[in-house]
């Protein structure tokens, strides 16, 4: 099996940290990305792993998504813009180390 993509868009901070929690425990997948839109209140998180496994964390983590998607075998293009939005999001944390460090002591909680 390749590697596939999960997108789920949901709406909080705390919701998609919550789905992203759910999505890690119940398969084998990682965080490839993830971006805040409108402030906060729109969230798209984006997981990789095989196809099998991505299925099964986009499945238990919808609950109130505003949208999600599955994409097996992704398009380079699809990796790419991907690659793109995990560098920003690199950036970020290089740019500001301590909001990482808040991140990372948030999710071991």
């Known amino acids: 099996m390749g590697k596939s993509y999960g997108f789920i868009e949901i709406t909080g901070v705390v919701a ?9 425990k119940t398969a084998d997948v990682e965080l ?3 971006e805040r839109k409108l402030g906060g209140r729109l969230v798209t998180l984006i997981v ?4 099998a ?5 986009v499945e238990q983590a919808i609950k109130k998504p505003a949208s999600y998607a599955v994409i097996a075998n992704p ?4 990796v790419k813009l991907v690659e793109l939005s995990a560098s920003r999001w690199k950036k970020r944390q290089q740019e500001n ?13």
């Open 16 to 24: 998609a940290i919550n789905a992203l929690d759910i999505m890690c």
């Open 48 to 51: 990789s792993a095989v196809t």
């Open 75 to 78: 398009h380079e293009e699809i």
């Open 32 to 34: 490839a990305s993830w």
């Open 97 to 109: 180390p301590e909001e990482a460090l808040e991140s990372k002591n948030s999710s071991k909680k």
């Open 53 to 57: 496994a991505v299925n099964a964390a």
